[in-house]
């Protein structure tokens, strides 16, 4: 079984701020991920440069195996200490951790982190260090498939404080929360979305603090091989589908002549379904062998614009898709399920275009904006042109 690691975030600004002071870095080295939420202090522009020199410091140095002291104490020596609090002008939780899911947590000063396992919170056990007279918490992490790290900032339990709540949401709320709603189909991105927005809610729409929640989870690989439109010559059809069809993982045919060419060399038809579930995407169709059937261009337009919401860290939105038109299974299937997509993109002109303006750079450039997005959520993408 082949695992890899997932993470997502979301932000909320703190009402009337037009930047956020918690920053979310993560970078991908080797085998491992590290990922750094930094909540600077106060709020606005100041707040957002100390969050972000922060979780870049961090970033870099972690994710190039410099000891964890060392890395506080560049942090702690190189940002000012609010004179009137004496505390250190920034917050963060770090965690690096490979695909197998082994590493290690280190928080300062921000919320405890939650591990999430079989859809239930336990708390991860923390070793107490002292570096320059900071205190910061050392967690060895070993998950299993399936677990998530869930680190936030103070937003998350604050929220709602003198608004629908006295105290604010503490931190056993949060858990109870997460036990109640998430779902083992859930990806990280979609777990940290969940738990923002009901931060927001709780706030009333008007966060009274910066809320950022960040979630890495470690899973098992889906390959996604989709096909959009047929080969430029037709008489390599057969070696193009063949190429495609011996991927492993799903298979995923999107276009009327692409269907057709599937479904002939599969020696079986393309079977139209006749519900449309959203009036402005085409009907799916069926082809036995192939996990999904989509039309083409119309679809994809719509694939690329839920795409874009998928990727701002501010939608809050659930990242779940429930409805069976084309494009959103396709979103489920892409955004939510797999973590490698392989196209095959065939860039013979249709026929059936002519006249219409769709043309061929149209098709491509709508493959490589959703193939720049799903870059975006941590997918390892690979494009083909035939």
Not at 137 to 145: D, V
Request: overall charge negative; glycine content about 8%.
């Amino acid at each position: 079984m082949s695992l890899c690691l997932e993470s997502g975030f979301t932000s909320l600004n703190k009402k009337n701020e037009e930047l956020c002071g918690d920053k979310v870095e993560s970078t991908v080295s080797g085998d491992y991920t590290t990922l750094v939420l930094a909540d600077g202090m106060g709020s606005g522009v100041k707040a957002n440069i100390l969050s972000t020199l922060t979780s870049k410091i961090l970033c870099t140095m972690v994710s190039n195996n410099i000891e964890i002291e060392e890395c506080v104490e560049t942090i702690i020596q190189s940002l000012p200490v609010c004179k009137v609090r004496g505390v250190a002008y920034s917050t963060f939780s770090v965690i690096h951790m490979n695909g197998e899911g082994k590493g290690y947590l280190f928080e300062f000063d921000n919320p405890q982190a939650i591990l999430v396992r079989d859809c239930k919170c336990r708390d991860l056990a923390r070793e107490e260090m002292k570096i320059l007279g900071k205190t910061v918490y050392k967690t060895a992490l070993e998950l299993q498939c399936g677990d998530v790290v869930v680190v936030m900032s103070d937003g998350v339990i604050h929220a709602g404080i003198g608004m629908t709540m006295n105290l604010g949401w503490q931190r056993p709320e949060v858990m109870e929360f997460l036990d109640t709603n998430v779902k083992p189909t859930m990806s990280a991105r979609a777990i940290a979305c969940l738990l923002a927005g009901v931060c927001n809610d709780l706030y009333l729409g008007e966060p009274g603090d910066d809320t950022t929640v960040a979630a890495v989870k470690v899973r098992e690989r889906l390959k996604v091989n989709l096909m959009i439109g047929p080969p430029v010559d037709k008489s390599k059809d057969d070696f193009y589908i063949s190429r495609f069809l011996s991927g492993e993982g799903k298979k995923v045919v999107c276009g009327g002549t692409s269907s057709q060419i599937v479904a002939r060399y599969l020696k079986t038809s393309v079977r139209a379904s006749f519900d449309f579930p959203d009036k402005d995407v085409p009907p799916i169709g069926f082809i036995d062998g192939i996990d999904l059937t989509t039309e083409g261009v119309l679809t994809m337009r719509r694939l690329l614009e839920l795409s874009e919401k998928y990727v701002s860290s501010q939608d809050l939105t659930p990242k779940v898709f429930t409805k069976k038109d084309g494009a959103s299974l396709l979103a489920q299937l892409l955004f939510e399920e797999a973590t490698d997509v392989h196209f095959f993109v065939g860039q013979s002109i249709n026929a059936a275009h002519q006249g219409l303006p769709i043309d061929i750079t149209m098709k491509l450039k709508l493959v490589e904006s959703l193939a720049s997005n799903l870059k975006k959520m941590g997918k390892a993408v690979e494009i083909d042109y035939d």
